[in-house]
């Protein structure tokens, strides 16, 4: 009795596709995508298959898997496949041969949203990682050379918001860590100052405005500022609580630019000539002697940004052309990855978003995923403005 | 008998294969979004140009200088602005330097001179740069190259208090092409006569 009971549970279970002979334990699949990442030498995309999105949906899945590792192929060469539609609501299904590693349907937000969703819950499902779709930047938008607005956007340049409107110098914006607030530099009032300003009220303050140049604002983790001042009668490295006070003089190298922090707020890396000789240094952001951080096999180093996780510093070298390079954090040999400048990490420590010069020479903003090299133009702020330049991420 | 061991073999591997593929071949509640997503808390306020508060006090704090302080351009704010006079003045230096090049000394004495003849106006020095540098570096270069001409007229007698120095980087070319030509142009510092306000 028990016997044909059980058999008769067992043949249904068959019929009903659940059961599957084929599939034995050694067929779970545990994700190794971005495991093994060659940061420096060249990690090949992961082949995905994504079939069934049309219109924007299908652009926007492309775009951002591009970007975060992973290239888009026919189905019979895919090692993962993403299937789905979005003839109403996005809904999207990730397997790896016949197992199904992610289900989702989405409700709310727009289809741009909705397909950024759920790029992202493919990254984390096959890496274990955040992916960045989700993500922020703000930059610099200029109508004219000397007139412009900072802007932000979602990371690839869509749905552009100008949070100036004061058609004057703008540079350098920087987000404060973790906050929807930012400091970036303004010439409104008739010399450059480095403004304060929340995002979630709209207030602004006049942060900094010494005598002479106030520019190049960056922002630790615990909210400090290290910034450029010229009020002791060149550009040096100066550094001051969000509350304005303890201003320290870090530097006095007399060109010092382009502090940057490292992520445990200890140390300031920066850009600066030294006995001749342009290299990048760091300094302790509470004082004391200035480490030269070597990045051989480049020239001219400049704008470094510090990764998020601290291993590794981006910066742009000017050997003729601009390139974007990468140096471990400790310093070391620099290794040039794509033409441009001014990058600035993503907060998985793998993406960068620089700028470079699209033919007509106007500033564009890019994205490069570094261990595979794949290479996304971000959009363009439309409308009045043409040079999209000095891009910070959200981290 | 056979039967009996393919039904073992059958529920052993049901068993392990159900627990791997549980109930992901069904989609799950839909994960809602949030509606247009409201990062700027006030609509109302972005692209207003909104009003400027005064930020925390300036701190003097100790300081090395490496050169003359510059002067607080807000001290001249209310000032008139008088591109034309020392037009010809303009100084022009060479690629990625800030140093004055002897031959541009005479133009610095001509605007020492006007000065000292005209002890009521002050003046501003605009540093330049061409594109070619990033532009953060390029601000940097531009402040480095008003305050060298301002050192030069302070070592020729002129009052620094009365120099007022600005850094336009490379967003102020004189010429934008993008040649040899057209850089070497924007390689400068203009000098811009700032006359006091009428009472």
């Known amino acids: 009795m028990r016997k044909i009971f059980l058999q008769r549970i067992l043949i249904a279970l068959l019929v009903s596709g659940i059961l599957m002979p084929k599939a034995m334990a050694q067929d779970i699949v545990v994700p190794t995508v971005g495991r093994d990442v060659n940061f420096l030498g060249l990690t090949p995309p992961t082949p995905i298959s994504v079939t069934g999105f049309t219109g924007e949906v299908a652009h926007v899945l492309n775009f951002d898997l591009t970007v975060m590792g992973f290239i888009e192929v026919a189905p019979d060469a895919a090692k993962y496949s993403l299937s789905g539609n979005n003839t109403g609501n996005v809904t999207g299904q990730l397997s790896f041969g016949k197992n199904v590693l992610l289900s989702k349907i989405y409700s709310g937000g727009t289809s741009r949203a909705q397909a950024h969703r759920l790029a992202d819950e493919v990254v984390l499902k096959l890496t274990g990682l955040n992916g960045i779709a989700e993500t922020k930047i703000a930059f610099k938008g200029n109508s004219r050379p000397g007139m412009g607005e900072i802007y932000i956007a979602d990371f690839d340049g869509y749905n552009p918001q100008a949070v100036t409107r004061d058609n004057t110098d703008v540079a350098a914006p920087c987000w404060v860590p973790g906050r929807l607030a930012m400091y970036y530099t303004s010439y409104k009032l008739g010399y450059p100052n480095i403004f304060y300003q929340n995002l979630s009220t709209g207030e602004r303050q006049n942060y900094a405005h010494y005598a002479g140049m106030n520019s190049s604002a960056a922002v630790s983790s615990d909210g400090r500022v290290a910034m450029v001042l010229s009020k002791t009668g060149n550009p040096d490295i100066f550094v001051c609580d969000a509350s304005g006070k303890n201003l320290k003089q870090l530097t006095t190298t007399r060109e010092a630019s382009s502090p940057c922090w490292s992520p445990d707020g200890r140390w300031i890396c920066f850009a600066a000539k030294v006995a001749g000789r342009r290299s990048l240094f760091k300094v302790p952001a509470d004082g004391g002697e200035m480490v030269r951080i070597p990045t051989s096999g480049v020239a001219n180093p400049s704008e470094p940004d510090w990764s998020p996780d601290g291993k590794w510093i981006a910066l742009t070298a000017q050997m003729g052309d601009f390139s974007i390079c990468v140096v471990p954090a400790g310093g070391g040999s620099a290794t040039p990855l794509v033409n441009g400048e001014d990058p600035s990490w993503a907060p998985n420590s793998r993406t960068l978003i620089f700028v470079r010069r699209g033919s007509g020479g106007n500033r564009m903003l890019s994205l490069l995923d570094v261990p595979t090299k794949q290479v996304k133009d971000a959009s363009r702020a439309s409308g009045s403005s043409i040079s999209n330049s000095q891009p910070s991420w959200a981290r | ?199």
Not at chain 2, 65 to 87: E, K, R
């Open chain 2, 1 to 199: 008998m056979k039967l009996t061991k393919i039904t073992n073999l059958l529920v052993l591997g049901s068993a392990l294969t159900i627990t791997a593929v549980g109930c992901k071949t069904h989609p799950q509640n839909p994960t809602p979004l949030p509606g247009v997503r409201n990062h700027i808390g006030d609509q109302s306020l972005i692209g207003q140009a909104p009003p400027i508060n005064n930020g925390p006090p300036v701190d003097g704090g100790t300081a090395s200088t490496t050169g003359i302080p510059p002067v607080y351009g807000g001290d001249y704010a209310n000032w008139g602005h008088d591109a034309q006079t020392l037009a010809r003045a303009t100084v022009y230096f060479d690629f990625d330097k800030s140093a004055i090049k002897a031959s541009e000394g005479s133009k610095l004495d001509d605007v020492a001179n006007y000065l000292k003849g005209n002890p009521a106006v002050a003046l501003q020095i605009e540093g330049n740069c061409d594109e070619r540098g990033t532009e953060e570096y390029n601000r940097s270069l531009g402040e480095r190259r008003a305050l060298a001409a301002r050192e030069h007229l302070v070592s020729l007698g002129v009052d620094p208090q009365h120099i007022v120095t600005i850094t336009k980087g490379e967003d102020n070319p004189a010429d934008p092409g993008h040649s040899e030509e057209a850089w070497k142009k924007n390689r400068r510092d203009e000098f811009i006569v700032l006359t006091p306000p009428k009472m």
